[in-house]
């Protein structure tokens, strides 16, 4: 079997091939297929359903950047001193659950809650919805983030785009599934605005995949949802298909 699969010329292929210019100019292909980042693939879908209402939901960094400047001389006093002062702020340096839960993954959500400016996030279906830039890093374990490859820190870089059968289990049936599907979702409502329903479906395509659908395609979302489904149900496919993942 293996003697068979590695002489095949499927096996054989190249994933990029290396441009050999003794046979001529060589002519760029195109960028490869890629899946989205986690950051990316969680930021997405948290504007489709939330909005851009999310991007007024800011960690506040400024006063514990102050709190943690030692004025004058670096010595013991000065720096236990400021250490004192984070901890009556309430601060990174009281922040234990982000000590104790380092390596099995960030802080709690829930302790940072109160700590954003510019707006409170949301919280739906047992998350927090704020951009992957204002939540704790690493996420935990079982959130959307790690799950979808999100670095564990522990070196350098350990992120990764790889697919995962969990996964597709949690677009399809988890909080963030729960989220897109919901008719609050800010893409439905928008599509809902719309006077047709190939409109509605036309918005919820733009929103989701860039782009309009073609005659096929949009012929068998009308008829979805003149059989009984409802705009919140195309969302949902949508979000679960690979090209909404993938960047092309």
Same mark, same amino acid.
């Given at each position: ?5 590695? !002489? ?8 990029? @091939?290396?441009?050999?210019? $003794? ?17 990316? @693939?969680?930021?997405?879908?948290? @504007? ?7 991007? !007024?939901?800011?960690?506040?960094? #400024? ?45 709690? $959500? ?6 954003? $400016? ?30 979808? #490859? ?10 990764? @785009?790889? #697919? ?19 008719? !609050? ?13 190939? #409109? ?39 979000? !679960? ?8």
């Amino acid at each position: 079997f293996q003697r068979v699969l590695f !002489n095949s010329q499927t096996y054989q292929r190249t994933a990029s @091939v290396t441009p050999d210019l $003794e046979k001529g100019p060589y002519l760029f292909p195109g960028p490869l297929l890629r899946r989205m980042t986690a950051e990316q @693939v969680w930021d997405s879908l948290l @504007v489709a359903s939330v909005g851009a209402e999310v991007d !007024n939901c800011l960690l506040r960094r #400024g006063d514990d950047m102050k709190l943690m400047s030692v004025p004058g001389a670096l010595t013991e006093e000065s720096v236990y001193a400021a250490i004192e002062k984070l901890r009556e702020a309430g601060g990174p340096a009281d922040m234990g659950g982000a000590k104790k839960g380092k390596k099995k993954g960030g802080a709690s $959500e829930k302790g940072l809650a109160e700590q954003f $400016e510019g707006g409170k996030p949301q919280e739906r279906f047992g998350m927090l919805l704020a951009r992957a830039s204002e939540l704790p890093q690493p996420a935990s374990e079982t959130h959307f983030l790690r799950v979808f #490859g999100q670095s564990d820190r522990l070196i350098t870089d350990t992120s990764t @785009v790889d #697919g995962s059968v969990p996964q597709a289990l949690m677009l399809m049936n988890g909080g963030i599934g729960q989220l897109v599907s919901d008719s !609050n979702c800010a893409a439905v409502v928008a599509a809902n605005i719309a006077p047709t329903n190939d #409109g509605k479906v036309d918005a919820l395509y733009l929103t989701f995949l860039a782009r309009k659908p073609n005659a096929d395609e949009r012929h068998a979302a009308a008829a979805s949802l003149e059989s009984g489904l409802h705009l919140n149900d195309l969302a949902w496919t949508l979000a !679960n298909t690979r090209e909404f993942l993938f960047v092309r």
